[in-house]
């Protein structure tokens, strides 16, 4: 019932002994259990010591094969930026039966940082039901703030162990989501029906992921239709048809390729190699690229039309995406500088016979009207998505167009302003994004947002290993002002948080560095996402409140789940929820670590206290009469007690 990789050894905190694996990268335990197959739903618990740095990855999997993916994937970091309690917290997750002969496999991520474990419980939730977070219902018509399910890519099946190969099985599915995100007063699902080549078409399709159905957009509208949920379909590009299909080296380099589609850089060529930390192959600019968009703009809202669930598109700008510039190092194509030309009068002197002019492009521009060209592309990203949002409103005008933005401030430690108080914002107008030029063209629907990734610090993408002090500073700009500058000037800000995933084949290793044994056969490749352990999994919900009224939270990455979270998340989200999704202004709370603000809808008044803090504060506050906690109902009496990262929302 029990295997090592590495040295394992004991540990004890508060009176109670645990099990602790090896410091060294990959060191790893797995425990077996045998569990009731018939029973559809069981749920995991584990006690885990919060003493030190930790990187406490869980992974359930069946203990033979045939298997060929994870089927429950959690997890906690403790320690360095997350403070300690120096106790055992209980982190639980629900597991979708497929096997009666389980093995969790505790393993230390990254060096020095071991996984540890006293107590593991397991419980049979025989009905399958899941308890929905109790979320106060509205006193008018505004529509609430949101707290999305998000992912970016589309492993919708392995994450709730069920498939799309026939009705049953996806309603099983979609039930078994459904339940998920009530259980944490989620109320939106944001999912792709355009990933990297294009329209997923499903099953038969010419471009099918994941074994999808051929009407799964239909299939999800239907269901949660009827569920009472919303669903925000997704667009995530990574490339596009180009019809010349010549993009070879010799017009890559000879200047050929400047009226194409094929963005210019300010090397002079196209992108030679570069995916996911460079900018996209494509200019936004083209008009084959604004038709592509538009075309699958077109197949979403014709999806969507009539259904009570459709609230929206969401675009995916990742810093690759072809829907937006993705900075400063693209879009150098002659058509662009010659509109720039047109709109500003500025001339740009080149040769336009020169096969690199892209590279005398940029350094000219660069040099003599660098904030010009900047805010001229933003014009340009402005004009497309008001147009996108035209034939939106034209369908449903309540449709939102949610541009989640992911600037990837990680990437740019090397940047000589990196330390500078205004970066976010200049890199949000790098790509294109200016919150008040789209706000003025986009209207109300607009929902801009930025993406933070709360467990970047660890978990750096291979070959993006960074010196300090530029290192902290990418991690802690989600705790600036500035960081949500551009979208509070969109109006209905929205923070999203990314899953630092990173992939391991970790149980393919050979020799002695192996789990497998005779009654088990590891997995050998794993995606894991680690979530602050504790009350610190708040954190990157409050501290956003201290700079920014955010009306939208989202979640997710490639396991597009909350993993452990749930029942830190449901208090906090309970009063979030329960909030109008209308701006709010700010009240004074005489306290440095509580954020106070106001606001009105539907004949009420509204209000919310949110300790932004990890230390527990008291606070003392003069509120109408008649003011009463709003997931309660208890009246307010002046005073209250905010435990580290918590919210309160009254109304009257």
Request: proline letters at 6%.
């Amino acid at each position: 019932r029990f295997r090592a990789v590495g040295r394992c050894t004991f540990g004890e905190l508060d009176g109670r002994r645990y099990l602790e694996s090896g410091c060294e990268a990959n060191d790893r335990f797995a425990l077996r259990f045998k569990l009731r197959r018939e029973v559809p739903l069981h749920c995991f618990e584990f006690d885990c010591p919060d003493d030190k740095a930790r990187t406490n990855e869980i992974i359930l999997e069946p203990c033979k094969k045939p298997h060929d993916h994870y089927e429950m994937q959690c997890g906690t970091a403790s320690g360095l930026e997350h403070r300690l309690t120096n106790r055992m917290l209980t982190h639980r997750t629900l597991y979708w039966t497929t096997s009666d002969d389980v093995s969790a496999v505790f393993r230390c991520v990254h060096g020095g940082q071991p996984a540890a474990v006293a107590e593991v419980r397991v419980y049979e939730v025989e009905t399958g039901a899941i308890p929905s977070a109790a979320i106060p219902p509205a006193k008018g018509p505004t529509p609430r703030r949101s707290f999305v399910y998000y992912s970016e890519d589309m492993p919708i099946n392995d994450c709730f162990m069920a498939n799309q190969t026939s009705p049953e099985e996806f309603d099983k599915l979609f039930n078994r989501l459904a339940a998920t995100m009530k259980y944490v007063g989620q109320d939106t699902l944001a999912y792709p029906a355009v990933w990297y080549a294009g329209i997923v078409e499903g099953t038969g399709g010419i471009y099918n992921l994941h074994q999808h159905a051929k009407d799964y957009l239909q299939g999800i509208f239907e269901k949660f239709d009827r569920e009472g949920l919303s669903f925000i379909p997704l667009v995530h590009r990574f490339a596009m048809p180009y019809p010349q299909r010549n993009v070879t080296r010799e017009r890559m380099s000879d200047g050929s390729l400047h009226d194409s589609p094929v963005a210019i850089f300010d090397t002079g060529l196209p992108n030679w190699g570069g995916v996911h930390f460079s900018c996209s192959d494509f200019n936004i600019q083209h008009p084959l690229v604004q038709k592509r968009y538009s075309d699958d703009v077109d197949y979403i809202l014709a999806q969507g039309r009539g259904h009570a669930s459709f609230r929206g598109i969401g675009f995916h700008l990742a810093k690759y995406s072809p829907a937006w510039y993705g900075g400063l190092e693209s879009g150098y194509n002659d058509y662009s500088v010659a509109a720039f030309e047109r709109a500003t009068g500025v001339k740009v002197p080149a040769d336009r016979a020169d096969p690199l002019r892209g590279k005398a492009y940029a350094k000219w521009i660069r040099a003599n009207c660098r904030e010009k060209w900047i805010d001229w592309r933003c014009d340009v990203l402005a004009d497309f998505y008001g147009r996108i949002a035209a034939k939106m409103r034209a369908v449903d005008p309540k449709l939102k167009l949610w541009l989640n933005c992911w600037p990837m401030f990680f990437e740019y430690p090397e940047r000589p302003d990196i330390m500078d108080a205004t970066v976010a914002s200049r890199m949000f107008r790098e790509y294109g994004i200016d919150g008040a030029k789209l706000r003025a063209k986009v209207g109300d629907g607009l929902v801009l947002g930025t993406m933070d990734i709360p467990a970047w610090s660890r978990d750096e993408w291979p070959g993006l290993r960074h010196p300090e002090p530029a290192k902290l500073r990418a991690r802690d700009m989600p705790e600036t002002a500035d960081f949500y500058r551009e979208s509070l000037r969109g109006g209905f800000p929205a923070v999203a948080h990314f899953d630092s995933y990173f992939e391991s084949a970790v149980g393919e290793t050979k020799g002695s560095n192996v789990i497998t044994c005779d009654w088990m056969t590891e997995l050998g490749w794993r995606v894991a996402c680690l979530n602050p352990s504790g009350r610190n999994v708040l954190a990157r919900y409050a501290i956003p409140l201290k700079f920014a009224d955010v009306m939208l939270f989202s979640k997710g990455g490639f396991l597009c789940g909350l993993y452990g979270t749930e029942e830190t998340l449901a208090p906090w989200m309970q009063n979030f929820r329960a909030l109008p999704a209308v701006p709010f202004v700010d009240v004074a709370s005489g306290h440095p670590s509580v954020t106070v603000r106001h606001g009105r809808a539907d004949g009420h008044d509204y209000w919310y206290f949110v300790n932004t803090s990890a230390e527990r504060q008291e606070l003392s506050l003069a509120l109408p009469e008649g003011a009463a906690e709003l997931v309660s109902g208890r009246p307010f009496d002046g005073r209250c007690t905010l435990d580290a990262y918590e919210l309160r929302a009254y109304a009257k």
